[in-house]
Structure formats: structure tokens, C-alpha cells
């Protein structure tokens, strides 16, 4: 062997073992969604070929576009929005694979809740000023109320599914589908899905508060989060970490996203859909985890609307893990389901 050719042998047999020798990197990622922002971090082991970190944000991009395209209320041109915009009734409306999960989801997790978790509340939810119509500066008549609820009920929309074609039904002309309650969490899984499709083992995925998480962090601990204080600004006070692995995590709250009404009373976001108005109760927020995003971020929205002697009720006969900050005359106290205490070990 030459001189030349036994360099080169001991270069590839150098360059080889530096990067068997690698330290595990964390790779972070960040962009916007949904009117909100997502946040990823993973581990590159550096024990398999990966996509570079711009490849990898390239195609998380791609897929969030495609979430928007299925369920946004602000495209026009939405799935949702030309369903939404359809009056025709019993008429098939073909939707896509992503529509038709969540959508499943929902009616699942509508039964769980007792019928608090309510895709089709849509009409309401535009009524009292929190979806893409104009916020309103008034409270609606009752009138008002009464015509709009005509259109709000899960069996106002059917599902059907046959050789792999998905259809949504309507059975009322002026039913309007929001599916925000729970499609940020189907977003998180499909991230996380993809993460997982590359063969990253280990990673934490949040659009907009809802998050995802897998193995372990950099320092091989669990992902820990923080489950926020109830004030108006974000991200102020911690309550309490929580270390999570393999779980999906939700929380709803009411107090940073409200109505001002023309007396000055703030009304919550949040609709109940059997009492056709914003929620009224002394639970200011609580925290989901589940096997999913998407089924956290479903159960925390119902459970929320519930209150929280209701959601402690259905938690424990569910064995759903929930965390719950109530308000008191003295400020808040915390309760959390036994699930919640047998998965975060607190």
C-alpha cells in the first residue's frame, strides 16, 4: 500500500471514530401556527444519519400547512370553512384523513365529557366574539342565542367512512364546525409522529401550550413542564413542575383569553354548549396529560367547562390524570386526580 492510499485509509478511520465518539446533541426548533407558535426539541444522538436540523423544520412547516388547509376557521378556503359554509343537509362532504380524526376524536370525547366537549358549538362560539367573525361588544339577546343553538349539537354532524373515503354529514343547514378545542393537539402527534417516522427516540413538541413529549431530555432526565399560576401574563409564576415522558399534555384556562361585555364583566372564551353561554364556575384551570395531545387538549377544554367537582368526578371514574387550580376567597388551591399522582409520582 502507498503512502497516499494508507493516508486516506487511516482519514476515513479517524473521521469514522470522531463521530462514533460524538456527545448527543440537542436540536431546537421554532416557528408559527395556528395563530400561535410551536417550539421542538430533540435529541440527535448522532448513532444514525439524520436530516439536517432545515430539513427536518422544512417539512414540520409543510405538515402544519397542511393542518391549517384541513381545519382552520380563518382560511376561507379550508376543509372546515367550505363545510362550514355549505347549507346543504344529508349531503356527503368529502373530507380528508386529518379531518376525519379529529373529527372521530371529538364525538369519542364529547361522550367522556358528558357532552361538554362540543365541535359543533361553532355557531355560539362566532355569536359571543371569540371565532373569525368580529368580536362583538355586547352580550347577544336571547333571541340571538336561541336562533344560533338551533345548529349546536354533536348529532347535527355524522361521519362516515367507507374504502378508505372520508365524509362529513350535516343534518342542519347552519351547523358550523370549530374544531380549536382539539386540533392544536392533533397537530402536536402529528409532529411527533414524523419525529418518530425519522427514528428520533427522544423529543419534546408544544404548539401553543400543548405538548408532546418522548424519552428522555439532553441530562437523560424526564421532560419536566411547568404548569403556570393563573395571572394574565404568561409565563409570570410557575404552580408546579411536572416531569413527564411518553405523554401528551393539555391545559385550558380562562383567565388571559376573555369577553368584556358593555358593563365591564369578563366573560370566558369558553362556550358551554348545554348552557349556551360562556362558562361561570370557580376553576380557573387545569392541566391534562393522556396518551395524545389530541386527547388531552379535547379533555381539558370539556373538563374545563364541567367545573371542577365534575371533573374530579369523571377523572376518577375514567382514570384520566388531571391537575386543577380553583379559585378560593383567599386566592387558589390545587387538586389533582389519582392518575394525575400515579404518572408525575408527586
Known amino acids: 500500500m502507498n503512502k497516499l492510499k494508507l493516508f486516506s485509509v487511516l482519514a476515513l478511520a479517524l473521521f469514522l471514530l470522531s463521530g462514533c465518539n460524538q456527545e448527543p446533541e440537542q436540536i431546537s426548533l421554532e416557528g408559527k401556527t395556528m395563530g400561535t407558535t410551536y417550539h421542538i426539541k430533540y435529541i440527535d444522538e448522532h448513532t444514525k444519519e439524520l436530516l439536517k436540523p432545515v430539513e427536518i423544520k422544512k417539512e414540520i412547516d409543510h405538515l402544519l400547512v397542511g393542518v391549517n388547509n384541513a381545519m382552520s376557521t380563518y382560511q376561507k378556503d379550508s376543509e372546515i370553512s367550505r363545510f362550514n359554509q355549505s347549507t346543504e343537509i344529508n349531503k356527503p362532504f368529502v373530507i380528508s384523513k386529518d379531518f376525519a380524526t379529529v373529527v372521530?376524536?371529538?364525538?369519542?370525547?364529547?361522550?367522556?365529557?358528558q357532552g361538554a366537549l362540543d365541535i359543533t358549538v361553532g355557531p355560539l362560539v362566532n355569536l359571543w366574539g371569540f371565532g373569525p367573525d368580529?368580536?362583538?361588544?355586547?352580550?347577544?339577546?336571547?333571541?340571538?342565542?336561541?336562533?344560533?343553538?338551533?345548529?349546536?349539537?354533536?348529532?347535527?354532524?355524522?361521519?362516515?367512512s367507507e374504502n378508505h373515503q372520508f365524509n362529513l354529514v350535516k343534518t342542519h343547514s347552519k351547523v358550523y364546525i370549530d374544531t380549536s378545542s382539539i386540533a392544536k393537539g392533533f397537530g402536536v402527534d402529528k409532529l411527533a409522529?414524523?419525529?418518530?417516522?425519522?427514528?428520533?427516540?427522544n423529543y419534546l413538541v408544544e404548539i401553543g401550550g400543548e405538548l408532546r413529549a418522548k424519552g428522555k431530555n439532553i441530562h437523560k432526565d424526564d421532560w419536566q413542564i411547568a404548569i403556570e399560576k393563573p395571572t394574565l401574563v404568561q409565563g409570570q409564576e410557575i404552580q408546579i413542575l411536572v416531569p413527564i415522558s411518553n405523554l401528551g399534555v393539555a391545559t385550558s384556562g380562562s383567565y388571559r383569553n376573555y369577553f368584556e361585555d358593555d358593563k365591564g364583566n369578563r366573560l370566558s372564551h369558553i362556550i358551554d354548549p348545554k348552557q349556551l353561554k360562556p362558562i361561570s364556575h370557580n376553576l380557573a384551570s387545569i392541566t391534562v396529560l393522556a396518551d395524545t395531545s389530541m386527547k388531552a387538549d379535547g379533555l381539558a377544554t370539556g373538563l374545563f367547562v364541567l367545573g371542577a367537582d365534575k371533573a374530579l368526578e369523571i377523572a376518577e371514574t375514567e382514570h384520566l390524570a388531571i391537575f386543577l387550580i380553583i379559585k378560593t376567597n383567599n386566592g387558589y388551591e390545587t387538586k389533582m386526580s389519582s392518575e394525575f399522582k400515579k404518572l408525575t409520582r408527586l
Do not use: C, D, H, M
Open 104 to 113: 372521530k376524536s371529538a364525538v369519542e370525547l364529547n361522550k367522556i365529557t
Open 134 to 160: 368580529k368580536r362583538l361588544n355586547q352580550v347577544p339577546t336571547e333571541e340571538q342565542i336561541a336562533e344560533r343553538s338551533q345548529a349546536v349539537g354533536i348529532n347535527k354532524i355524522k361521519l362516515l
Open 193 to 201: 409522529q414524523y419525529l418518530e417516522q425519522l427514528g428520533i427516540e
